[in-house]
């Protein structure tokens, strides 16, 4: 979930996930919390919650970071 889907409402999202589940798609969230297993791995490597947030994208850019086409976005995440 990324771009603007990051900022959608439960109005929004409804008939989506009507849509997703009628073409049998049945894990369409599951990059839910990759974020948060990233930082505890990094934190356990070093890495400070300043480091992390200069590092991690914002919720409009996740799918960009997880294909690992982003290098940086104008952050830190605050």
């Known amino acids: 979930v990324s771009y603007t889907q990051a900022f959608w409402t ?30 505890k791995t990094f934190s356990k490597f070093g890495f400070t919650q300043q480091d992390l947030q200069a590092f991690f994208s914002g919720p409009g850019f996740f799918a960009w970071q997880r294909m690992g086409n982003l290098r940086g976005w104008g952050g830190p995440i605050t």
């Open 10 to 39: 439960w109005s929004e999202w409804e008939p989506h996930l009507d849509w997703m589940a009628l073409q049998g798609i049945n894990m369409p969230l599951a990059f839910t919390g990759q974020e948060f297993i990233f930082a």
